[in-house]
């Protein structure tokens, strides 16, 4: 396909426009969403107060850190080495744009939002730069028949909440736009000529019937989160409130809750007083007074502790993740079983992103000029074994035949990237005796070498 050369401030023609416009329009009403989202990771929700509560204590801010908890324990689980099946310069590139760790962003967002993109720009074939960009500034168009996006728009700047410059991802080339005087101006345009975006969803347990993804902060945990907080703000109360006496008098007038100038005092300053002085009263007896008795905080930590409970019931996570630790510590194999169903989950979480990574594996290849076929990604054991068992594992697997000392696999066992297997291969080609060359020419010194310790004549 030709594409046409860009002509310096070029107007958007009304269908580019129109499409510019509509993608912008879904942001606008997928944002709030996606940032209540976010504000629940972070611990920023503000959550309604009872009204039972005193105004006083109504904007005491309280916070419960679980939906970020259920996010990063899976998120953590997901580290990606690498890409694999493909020619050295894809394990540059891979290295070259450091997704070793840029990665993580993508699972981070991907988990909160329900979706994150991987954009790839080609515009130096030889050198392709691959980002990761968040939902809240990107969106795309879903192709149902081809099973991947037909173009994606990027936010690359905006003013007071108003995009102002937006860059347009199409199937054959990559156009930068600028508003100016309502209109989208074209600035910049790149020509990948790759028949498809270069734009991939990384997307957060997908269904059928919803190709959006699901974020893993659910209704549900959004609900036990509220309610936590509401208890949190009750203990706070019930904290403040019994921190001082609270009294009670009996066979007191009016005249002594009030003060010099004849004011009431008010309810909250009394039962907060140092000390209350009252007189006798008209008949000369003293009043009667005594105190409540203090509420421990203990029903509202039993209530807080069901929440959790019902929290990592549903995130699928241990419950003394959230904070709560039984009196007999679990054994390690009790850790592992408790572990099973989070491992499983982060398991079905490298499928379902590795499909995108290798999805952008084959996008960054074809930019190279490198073969496509058989790319694969590399991830990281998501289960918690100890080195010593994951040695111990690779030597058998070696010592029984299984695998070879230079696989592949049992570099991926013992946890080397692939820039690390990549050295590693390196430094064994370039030493100057293998280890059984060594070994050999040591035993045909021996064989030479009298028993008396003299040098063997030579023939």
Known sequence: MTIAPLIPSEIANRATAAQIQGMLDHLGKVNPGNKTKGDYYEGD????????????WVDTRQAAGWPGTVVDVLEERLDLLGWAGGDVALTEAFTANDLATESCLGHLDALIYGLAFIAADTDDPANP???????LSMTGTWDHQKRRLSQALLIARQ?????TEV????????????????????????????GRCP?????????????????EITQSIRRYTDSAVKTLAAMEVNRDF??????????????DFTDDTGADIPGWKTAMATHLVIGTNADGQQPSMGTFSVNPPTVYLDQI???AQMVAAEAGVPAHYMGFVADNPASGDGIRAGEARLVKRAERRQGTFGRAWTEM??????????????????????????????????MKLISTGILTADSSIAYDRIGLTPAEQTLLRDEKRSAPTAGADLLAAALNRQRQTPSDGTDAPRA
């Open 45 to 56: 929700k503000l959550v309604a107060q009872s009204r039972v509560i005193p105004k006083e």
């Open 129 to 135: 730069r691959v980002t990761v960009e968040s939902p």
């Open 159 to 163: 003013t007071d909440s108003q995009p």
């Open 167 to 194: 860059v347009l991802f199409g199937e054959w080339e990559n156009t930068r736009y600028v508003r100016e005087a309502g209109l989208w101006r074209a600035v910049d345009r790149s020509d990948h000529q790759m």
């Open 199 to 215: 734009v991939v969803q990384l997307v957060n347990r997908p269904r059928a019937s919803r190709q959006g993804g699901r974020s």
């Open 242 to 255: 019994y921190s001082f006496p609270q009294r009670w008098t009996t066979g007191a007038d009016d005249d």
């Open 305 to 307: 502790r069901g929440l």
């Open 361 to 394: 594996a084959r996008i960054v290849a074809t930019s190279l000029g490198k073969d496509t076929a058989g790319l694969s990604c590399t991830w990281r054991d998501p289960a918690t074994p100890t080195r010593a068992a994951t040695a111990d594992e690779v």
